[in-house]
């Protein structure tokens, strides 16, 4: 027989009333802001002078974070570029929707800039062994490119146990190191930084050298490039690169004094659960998990929240 329309009326709206109060339950939590607000100065660590770049362009200043232990044949000819003044003057050469903001010698193909004494070609770093990685923390959340995540040092890194092996993942303000096909082809001249969805099909194909702390929004926003990939066509202008400087050599004066919460604190595990299982009263539905590239890793300005 039939339903009424009254009665299928009233059933959904019974539905609908056991919904709302469902979610009306869901408890008040403190947020991750919230918690980070109560952080001790020990939950803190300065960005390491020796390991951090600033790229200045007219808009103002990327701050880049570099992990050694994921990549240290590549970082290590990205600081020999720096040093010898090798980006100084060269420009954002692609800005691709929801993908990367890459940045290099506009004239590679035809009169490409020396590069000084730093390599022409570097074996890629794709991964390496765990046995590299002294600070990771696991994220118990489960992951579709990893059999392990979580993070080292605030980076966010994947890992294989069986394999032996971990890498930095591709998540947003992630920095790596442009390439062509052969895995040696890259030498950290050209690099780029995630500005979107995170790509993790990128993961273990691509060296990753670090990711941007501070200043995203300054590649974020630029142009869409309209030639392919996201490439300035000749007639489009680009962003120019004022300088690339190792924190180190930069006068106290005109550092930036960032800190960047220690991923290996008890308090970050906090802001994680905060991000996997938000509550009331405006979330209505806790997801009780975390993506690794959602678990963002909070930055601030020398002992300030």
């Not at 570029?81 to 290099?104: C, I, M, P, T």
């Not at 002294?134 to 992951?143: E, G, I, P, S």
């Not at 394999?163 to 082809?185: E, F, K």
């Amino acid at each position: 027989m039939a339903l009424s329309r009254t009665f299928r009326v009233l059933s959904l709206s019974a539905l609908a009333t056991v919904g709302l109060t469902h979610a009306a339950d869901l408890p008040v939590r403190p947020s991750a802001g919230e918690i980070i607000k109560t952080s001790k100065p020990s939950d803190w660590r300065p960005t390491d002078p020796a390991n951090t770049l600033y790229m200045d362009l007219p808009t103002g200043r990327v701050v880049i974070e570099l992990a050694p232990d994921f990549a240290p044949q590549n970082i290590a000819n990205i600081k020999t570029l720096v040093k010898e003044h090798y980006f100084d003057g060269l420009a954002v050469n692609r800005s691709q929707d929801n993908y990367v903001a890459q940045w290099g010698d506009p004239n590679a193909e035809t009169k490409p800039k020396a590069l000084g004494s730093a390599k022409a070609k570097v074996q890629g770093e794709f991964s390496v062994p765990l046995a590299n990685d002294k600070h990771f923390v696991l994220q118990k959340d489960a992951d579709g490119y990893a059999p392990q995540i979580g993070h080292s040092n605030g980076f966010p890194v994947g890992r294989d146990p069986k394999a032996g092996t971990t890498w930095l993942a591709h998540c947003y303000g992630a920095v790596g190191v442009g390439r062509d096909n052969d895995t040696d082809s890259g030498n950290g001249a050209e690099l780029y930084a995630v500005n979107g969805h995170a790509p993790r099909h990128l993961d273990r194909n691509i060296t990753v050298v670090g990711r941007v702390i501070s200043g995203m929004p300054l590649l974020t926003i630029l142009p869409r490039g309209s030639d392919t990939l996201g490439v300035y066509a000749a007639n489009e202008p680009r962003m120019p690169i004022i300088s690339v400087r190792l924190e180190a050599d930069v006068p106290e004066a005109e550092r930036s004094h960032l800190e960047v919460m220690r991923s290996d604190a008890p308090i970050y595990q906090q802001v994680l659960e905060a991000q996997r299982n938000r509550g009331g009263p405006w979330n209505k539905y806790a997801a009780n998990y975390l993506e690794l590239c959602n678990a963002t890793m909070p930055v601030r300005e020398r002992g300030k929240l």
